[in-house]
């Protein structure tokens, strides 16, 4: 049994241990605004829910390992004190999991992953249309644990008002947990599916992907392409080149065939088969051969 002395280690191989032991962890896709109302969107795995009466959601949005600076949303619920949680299910988890890039202040994240902001009845944040159940609230108080990288900031919120989706209930009117098919993290890049079990989402770069805003017209509005494999489209740094694509077309087996089918259903679908492998690139260049 190895034994350790959390004031010996460093704090990201603590967090790694904490993360990888501790789960799995219910994510809280917060939705926030700041002072000039511009909209912020982004997961946390410190998570729970504490309370049914008075309802209450606590989440943590932690202080940078890296640099000690805090987030965007954590100054966002400090400033206006409202915020919307936001379930996440399986069909929106590579969205939600391209909202987590570090994009500058300001930078909506709805647009670059993709999910569409609803208004709320009685908070400003607007709520993931997308997510199956949404949770608008107050923030009641906010304790800091600590002033270095990695303290957590719990940030307490009374339900004012939930929205579940329908199509996620059984015949007594209860969520139906098959349904629902919530995503839960685990350690590293690692996730958790409701009766599915472990499935691993490739982190965000560490630059900034080019989000679902800037992905084709003809590819975001494909009728094949799912929300999550616009997701992993999104996730990355530069589209590839003209030259990129013809070197692709020309030294991939059966490419050609499909390209002079000029039936965008079958392309699209090919670039699904390497998105369910994560070869994203090959998946973008297939898709840029028809555009």
Known sequence: MLSLDPNELATPKLHGYLLGAIGPRPIAFASTIDEKGRPNLSPFSFFN??????????????????????????????ATKEVVINVVNYDIVQQMS???TEYAEGIDEFKKSGLTPLRSHQVKPFRVKESPVQFECKVTDIIKLGNEGGAGN??????????????????NGSIDQHKIDLV???????????????FEVPKPLSTLGIGVDN???TIKNSSVLTGNDLGKLGNIEAIPTEDEVTEFVNNSTGI?????????????????EYLN???????????????
């Open 256 to 272: 050609k065939a499909i390209l002079s089918a000029d039936d965008e259903e079958k392309v699209h679908l090919k670039a699904q």
């Open 154 to 171: 719990l940030i307490m919120c009374e339900v004012v008002k939930l929205h579940i989706d329908e199509a996620v209930l059984d015949e």
């Open 49 to 78: 829910v504490f309370s049914a009466n008075p309802p209450v959601l606590i989440f943590s949005p932690a202080r940078r390992v890296r640099n000690n600076t805090t987030k965007h949303t954590l100054e966002n619920a400090e």
């Open 98 to 100: 391209l909202s987590s």
């Open 277 to 291: 492998k994560n070869e994203v690139l090959s998946a973008w260049k297939v898709l840029l051969a028809i555009n």
């Open 184 to 198: 839960a993290r685990m350690g590293g890049s690692w996730y958790s599916r409701a009766n599915k079990g472990m």
């Open 215 to 217: 992905i084709p017209y």
